[in-house]
Protein backbone atom coordinates (compact mmCIF):
# COMPACT_ATOMS: atom_id res chain seq x y z
CA UNK A 1 0.00 0.00 0.00
CA UNK A 2 1.49 3.33 -0.89
CA UNK A 3 2.15 5.70 1.74
CA UNK A 4 0.55 9.22 0.66
CA UNK A 5 1.53 12.67 1.63
CA UNK A 6 1.24 15.94 1.83
CA UNK A 7 4.40 16.85 0.26
CA UNK A 8 5.38 19.71 2.85
CA UNK A 9 8.34 20.56 4.95
CA UNK A 10 6.05 21.18 8.49
CA UNK A 11 6.45 19.34 11.11
CA UNK A 12 2.43 18.95 11.64
CA UNK A 13 2.37 17.67 7.93
CA UNK A 14 5.03 15.08 8.40
CA UNK A 15 3.51 14.23 11.56
CA UNK A 16 0.38 13.69 9.62
CA UNK A 17 1.69 11.85 6.73
CA UNK A 18 3.09 8.89 9.56
CA UNK A 19 -0.33 9.16 11.50
CA UNK A 20 -3.00 10.62 9.60
CA UNK A 21 -4.34 7.84 7.51
CA UNK A 22 -7.61 6.43 8.95
CA UNK A 23 -7.83 3.57 11.52
CA UNK A 24 -3.51 4.77 12.94
CA UNK A 25 -4.53 7.41 15.63
CA UNK A 26 -6.81 4.33 17.07
CA UNK A 27 -4.34 1.69 16.84
CA UNK A 28 -2.35 4.44 18.79
CA UNK A 29 -4.76 4.50 20.88
CA UNK A 30 -4.83 1.38 21.96
CA UNK A 31 -1.36 0.29 22.13
CA UNK A 32 -0.95 3.73 24.65
CA UNK A 33 -2.30 1.58 27.34
CA UNK A 34 0.34 -1.57 27.02
CA UNK A 35 1.07 -4.28 24.52
CA UNK A 36 -1.98 -5.85 22.75
CA UNK A 37 -1.86 -8.78 20.32
CA UNK A 38 -3.24 -8.85 16.88
CA UNK A 39 -6.62 -10.55 18.27
CA UNK A 40 -6.89 -7.75 21.13
CA UNK A 41 -6.64 -5.10 18.79
CA UNK A 42 -9.29 -6.93 16.15
CA UNK A 43 -12.06 -6.99 18.86
CA UNK A 44 -11.19 -3.12 19.97
CA UNK A 45 -11.23 -1.77 16.73
CA UNK A 46 -14.67 -3.64 15.48
CA UNK A 47 -14.65 -2.42 11.40
CA UNK A 48 -11.25 -2.55 11.17
CA UNK A 49 -10.70 -5.76 8.26
CA UNK A 50 -7.84 -7.93 8.91
CA UNK A 51 -6.26 -6.82 5.90
CA UNK A 52 -6.44 -3.28 6.69
CA UNK A 53 -5.07 -4.31 10.46
CA UNK A 54 -2.14 -6.16 8.79
CA UNK A 55 -1.31 -3.05 6.95
CA UNK A 56 -1.51 -0.60 9.04
CA UNK A 57 0.80 -2.23 11.78
CA UNK A 58 3.39 -2.67 9.09
CA UNK A 59 2.90 0.99 8.52
CA UNK A 60 3.79 1.33 12.28
CA UNK A 61 6.24 -1.14 12.60
CA UNK A 62 8.46 0.36 9.33
CA UNK A 63 7.98 4.04 10.64
CA UNK A 64 9.42 2.90 14.02
CA UNK A 65 6.18 3.77 16.04
CA UNK A 66 5.61 0.00 17.35
CA UNK A 67 7.46 -2.84 17.35
CA UNK A 68 6.68 -6.68 17.82
CA UNK A 69 6.98 -7.98 21.86
CA UNK A 70 6.45 -11.08 22.93
CA UNK A 71 3.90 -10.72 26.30
CA UNK A 72 5.34 -11.97 29.22
CA UNK A 73 4.62 -15.65 31.43
CA UNK A 74 1.83 -16.88 31.58
CA UNK A 75 0.93 -16.07 27.92
CA UNK A 76 3.97 -16.18 26.13
CA UNK A 77 2.17 -14.85 22.74
CA UNK A 78 3.23 -12.13 20.06
CA UNK A 79 2.47 -8.82 20.33
CA UNK A 80 2.49 -5.20 19.66
CA UNK A 81 3.77 -2.24 21.35
CA UNK A 82 4.88 1.43 21.04
CA UNK A 83 8.33 2.48 20.58
CA UNK A 84 9.77 5.19 22.52
CA UNK A 85 8.24 7.83 19.52
CA UNK A 86 4.98 6.31 19.51
CA UNK A 87 4.78 7.02 23.42
CA UNK A 88 5.50 10.42 22.95
CA UNK A 89 2.01 10.58 20.81
CA UNK A 90 0.18 9.79 24.38
CA UNK A 91 0.10 13.54 25.07
CA UNK A 92 -1.62 14.48 21.00
CA UNK A 93 -3.79 11.83 21.64
CA UNK A 94 -4.96 12.86 25.31
CA UNK A 95 -5.70 16.53 23.83
CA UNK A 96 -7.76 14.71 20.78
CA UNK A 97 -9.65 13.28 23.62
CA UNK A 98 -10.49 16.12 26.35
CA UNK A 99 -11.24 18.50 22.94
CA UNK A 100 -13.76 15.22 21.48
CA UNK A 101 -15.44 15.60 25.31
CA UNK A 102 -15.95 19.10 25.21
CA UNK A 103 -16.96 19.37 21.26
CA UNK A 104 -17.13 16.22 19.52
CA UNK A 105 -18.64 13.53 21.41
CA UNK A 106 -22.51 14.27 22.68
CA UNK A 107 -24.78 11.61 22.50
CA UNK A 108 -24.24 7.81 21.15
CA UNK A 109 -25.05 7.38 17.72
CA UNK A 110 -27.10 4.51 16.54
CA UNK A 111 -24.68 1.92 15.76
CA UNK A 112 -21.89 2.89 17.40
CA UNK A 113 -19.62 0.52 18.91
CA UNK A 114 -18.07 1.02 22.30
CA UNK A 115 -15.39 -0.84 24.41
CA UNK A 116 -15.62 0.09 28.04
CA UNK A 117 -11.66 -0.10 28.40
CA UNK A 118 -11.82 3.13 26.35
CA UNK A 119 -12.18 4.84 29.85
CA UNK A 120 -9.04 3.99 30.48
CA UNK A 121 -8.00 6.87 28.62
CA UNK A 122 -10.86 8.79 28.98
CA UNK A 123 -10.10 9.29 32.61
CA UNK A 124 -6.57 10.17 31.69
CA UNK A 125 -7.24 12.97 29.80
CA UNK A 126 -9.82 14.30 32.43
CA UNK A 127 -7.28 13.57 35.50
CA UNK A 128 -6.72 17.49 37.30
CA UNK A 129 -3.32 17.35 38.18
CA UNK A 130 -2.75 20.76 40.61
CA UNK A 131 -5.74 18.57 42.57
CA UNK A 132 -3.38 15.94 43.24
CA UNK A 133 -0.88 17.54 45.01
CA UNK A 134 0.74 15.25 47.71
CA UNK A 135 -1.86 13.11 47.15
CA UNK A 136 -0.69 8.92 46.55
CA UNK A 137 -4.27 6.86 46.52
CA UNK A 138 -4.73 3.97 43.65
CA UNK A 139 -8.57 3.67 42.79
CA UNK A 140 -10.10 0.83 41.14
CA UNK A 141 -12.78 0.91 38.42
CA UNK A 142 -14.93 -1.84 37.52
CA UNK A 143 -17.88 -1.40 34.46
CA UNK A 144 -19.50 -4.92 34.30
CA UNK A 145 -16.45 -7.32 32.95
CA UNK A 146 -14.00 -4.37 32.59
CA UNK A 147 -11.45 -3.44 35.30
CA UNK A 148 -8.54 -1.09 35.24
CA UNK A 149 -6.92 1.13 37.90
CA UNK A 150 -5.58 4.79 38.29
CA UNK A 151 -2.47 5.64 40.56
CA UNK A 152 -2.12 8.95 41.61
CA UNK A 153 1.20 10.30 42.74
CA UNK A 154 2.09 14.07 43.64
CA UNK A 155 0.72 14.92 40.30
CA UNK A 156 0.36 12.35 38.22
CA UNK A 157 -1.44 9.20 37.00
CA UNK A 158 -1.16 6.16 35.45
CA UNK A 159 -3.98 4.03 34.15
CA UNK A 160 -3.62 0.69 34.17
CA UNK A 161 -5.84 -2.10 32.16
CA UNK A 162 -6.49 -4.95 35.42
CA UNK A 163 -7.35 -4.84 39.60
CA UNK A 164 -5.35 -2.80 41.59
CA UNK A 165 -3.36 -5.14 44.67
CA UNK A 166 -4.45 -2.75 47.57
CA UNK A 167 -6.74 0.05 46.25
CA UNK A 168 -7.83 3.25 48.46
CA UNK A 169 -11.22 3.25 46.80
CA UNK A 170 -13.61 0.87 44.49
CA UNK A 171 -15.53 2.30 41.82
CA UNK A 172 -18.19 -0.25 39.89
CA UNK A 173 -20.75 0.88 37.42
CA UNK A 174 -22.59 0.00 34.51
CA UNK A 175 -22.09 0.21 30.68
CA UNK A 176 -25.29 2.44 30.64
CA UNK A 177 -24.12 4.63 33.12
CA UNK A 178 -20.35 5.43 31.53
CA UNK A 179 -21.61 6.04 28.53
CA UNK A 180 -24.22 8.97 30.47
CA UNK A 181 -21.20 10.32 31.73
CA UNK A 182 -19.03 10.12 28.72
CA UNK A 183 -22.30 12.20 27.09
CA UNK A 184 -22.58 14.78 29.93
CA UNK A 185 -25.81 13.32 31.75
CA UNK A 186 -23.77 12.36 34.67
CA UNK A 187 -20.39 14.23 36.20
CA UNK A 188 -18.70 11.43 38.02
CA UNK A 189 -19.35 12.75 41.42
CA UNK A 190 -23.08 12.95 40.69
CA UNK A 191 -22.98 9.29 39.61
CA UNK A 192 -21.57 7.98 43.03
CA UNK A 193 -23.91 10.99 44.84
CA UNK A 194 -27.04 9.08 43.51
CA UNK A 195 -26.07 5.54 43.83
CA UNK A 196 -25.57 5.11 39.90
CA UNK A 197 -21.99 4.37 40.81
CA UNK A 198 -20.96 1.86 43.57
CA UNK A 199 -18.32 2.85 45.47
CA UNK A 200 -15.68 1.17 48.45
CA UNK A 201 -12.77 2.29 50.49
CA UNK A 202 -11.58 5.00 52.29
CA UNK A 203 -14.34 7.90 52.82
CA UNK A 204 -11.73 10.57 52.30
CA UNK A 205 -10.32 8.92 48.97
CA UNK A 206 -13.86 8.87 47.45
CA UNK A 207 -14.26 12.47 48.23
CA UNK A 208 -11.16 13.39 46.29
CA UNK A 209 -12.39 11.71 43.17
CA UNK A 210 -15.24 14.04 41.75
CA UNK A 211 -11.93 16.72 41.83
CA UNK A 212 -9.21 14.25 40.61
CA UNK A 213 -10.76 13.56 37.52
CA UNK A 214 -13.00 16.19 35.91
CA UNK A 215 -14.98 15.56 32.71
CA UNK A 216 -15.31 18.80 30.59
CA UNK A 217 -18.98 20.09 29.99
CA UNK A 218 -19.85 19.53 26.47
CA UNK A 219 -20.45 22.38 24.15
CA UNK A 220 -22.24 23.15 21.02
CA UNK A 221 -19.81 23.84 18.11
CA UNK A 222 -21.98 26.38 16.25
CA UNK A 223 -22.70 29.79 18.08
CA UNK A 224 -26.49 29.50 19.26
Same mark, same amino acid.
Given at each position: ???????????????? &?????????????????? !?? %??? &???????? $???????? %?????????????????????????????????????? $?????????????? %????????? =???????????????????????????? *???????? &?????????? !????????????? *?????????????????? *? =??????? &????????? *??????? !???????
Amino acid at each position: MEQRTYNQYCATARTL &DLVGERWTLLLIRELLTG !PK %RFG &DLQASLRG $LGTGLLAA %RLKHLEREGLARKVTLPPPARTPAYALTEAGEELGPAV $LALARWGMRWALGE %RREGETFHP =GWAVLGLEACFVPEASAGLHLVYEFRVE *DEVFHAAV &DDGSVQMVHG !PAQRPDASVAMSE *DVLIAMASGHFSLGAAIE *D =GSAAVSG &DTAAVRRLA *DLFHLPA !PRPRKPE
